[in-house]
């Protein structure tokens, strides 16, 4: 493991335009598709949770989408997020070791710290899935440090995947053509909020 994978990450995010990864990554990005994730009557959780990682995981396994380089961020607070309990979970779910970055701001005269955690997952055997169901769980009584925090790359084509809550996901890429597949495959599936921009970029 090495410093290899950051260097990989940032130069992913220069080609993407977007390299502060400001969020959200829909509307900071010239490129990008938004999904929508959680569907379904949300008074039943098991069935909503359960078609959100359905979904999630069916972009994650397309075909042309080979992620490499998992980034996890933790800013930890005092009642909710926790980078140690983060941790834990990743330990659980096989992801081993790992490089870490802290970057620090400071915001109104408040110094926040930002834990920047990178695996190397290229032919890893890690539990995804469950990975995917900390993510949609986590405003609901789950581990808020995975809530809008989770980020995997295909380094090798420039394609980012932000699962950011049970709601959506985000896709982006240097190159509209190296996410058309996922256009046309999961087409319907776009959050219809954004979908006249979403369609102008792919039907120019």
């Known amino acids: 493991m090495s410093l290899d994978l950051i260097k990989k990450f940032d130069c992913a995010l ?52 080979k992620p490499d380089i998992l980034r996890i961020n933790i800013i930890e607070d005092d009642y909710f997020v926790s980078k140690q309990s983060v941790l834990n979970v990743c330990k ?20 926040i710290a930002e834990h920047q955690m990178y695996w190397n997952i290229d032919k890893s055997d890690f539990d995804y899935k469950k990975l995917f169901f900390e993510i949609v769980h986590g405003d609901f009584g789950g581990n808020r440090g995975f809530v809008d925090s989770v980020y995997f790359l295909d380094s090798e084509n420039h394609i980012l995947f932000h699962p950011y809550d049970d709601r959506g996901a985000d896709l982006i890429a240097s190159d509209r053509e190296k996410i058309r597949c996922f256009y046309n495959s999961f087409n319907q599936w776009i959050l219809d909020y954004d979908r006249e921009k979403i369609d102008n970029l792919f039907l120019l």
């Open 92 to 111: 659980t779910i096989g992801l081993g070791e790992f490089v870490e970055r802290l970057d620090e701001s400071d915001i109104d005269g408040e110094i």
């Open 14 to 65: 220069c080609d993407i335009d977007n390299p502060l990864l400001k969020q959200p990554l829909f509307y900071n990005s010239p490129i990008g598709i938004r999904f929508e994730i959680g569907y379904g009557d949300i008074e039943n959780k098991e069935n909503y949770f359960n078609n959100a990682v359905n979904r999630l995981v069916q972009i994650y396994n397309h075909k042309v989408f």
